[in-house]
């Protein structure tokens, strides 16, 4: 008897893999690298990557938001 194909992939020959939560800051990056989806444009719309992390967009915004603010307080 030969090997059979994988199991649960029916279908799913056309999508890629979702990238990791954090990148694993290795030199080298895996195909799941959100550092390196992000660099050949690949990453899923509505997310990014901030210090390494995947994040949403939204949470991004409200990130660069917070630290705005911040440093309009500081300021005044």
């Given at each position: 008897?030969?090997?059979d194909k994988k199991k649960g992939k029916k279908g799913e020959a056309g999508l890629a893999k979702l990238?990791?939560?954090k990148c694993c800051e290795s030199k080298s990056r895996c195909n799941?690298?959100?550092l390196r989806m992000l660099k050949e444009g690949s990453l899923p719309a509505?997310?990014?990557v901030h210090?390494?992390?995947l994040v949403t967009?939204?949470?991004a915004i409200s990130i660069k938001a917070a630290k705005q603010a911040k440093k309009a307080g500081t300021a005044a």
């Open positions: 008897m030969g090997k990238p990791k939560k799941r690298c959100p509505g997310y990014t210090k390494r992390k967009v939204e949470k």
